[in-house]
């Protein structure tokens, strides 16, 4: 098994910038990659970024259009995304996400496990 948690949601105006992290525990030896994925209300979960543990290789969303960041410390386990120039559409809970996927994952069904979820909400 493999748990993850994430932090650093909340609120924040628009074109603003807030940073998640996701701490890993347990077998994440049996995990390849790591994805950030949100869900907004009444909307199906959607793909944002990912992140490869070795090499560090990253994927993103087309709408991210260089707005957010997905970075990692393999070592610690960690994951983070930076997220700048909010917008009020960006509001979602956002998901920490582990894979076995070796390449870029974007479906949720690719994910083995979840974390809670971190709500980030912005304000117009």
């Known amino acids: 098994q493999v748990q993850l948690v994430e932090s650093g949601g909340g609120l924040v105006q628009a074109g603003g910038s807030l940073r998640l992290s996701c701490a890993a525990s347990g077998r994440t030896f049996t995990t390849a990659g790591m994805g950030w994925f949100r869900q907004a209300p009444g909307k199906e979960r959607e793909f944002v970024a990912y992140i490869r543990w070795s090499g560090g290789s990253t994927y993103y969303a087309d709408f991210v259009k260089g707005r957010f960041t997905i970075s990692g410390d393999n070592a610690k386990k960690m994951v983070y995304l930076q997220l700048n120039s909010l917008k009020p559409e960006d509001t979602a809970v956002y998901f920490c996400?582990?894979?076995?996927?070796?390449?870029?994952?974007?479906?949720?069904?690719?994910?083995?496990?979840w974390g809670q979820g971190a709500q980030v909400t912005v304000s117009s």
């Open positions: 996400a582990a894979t076995r996927s070796v390449v870029a994952a974007t479906k949720v069904s690719l994910y083995d496990y």
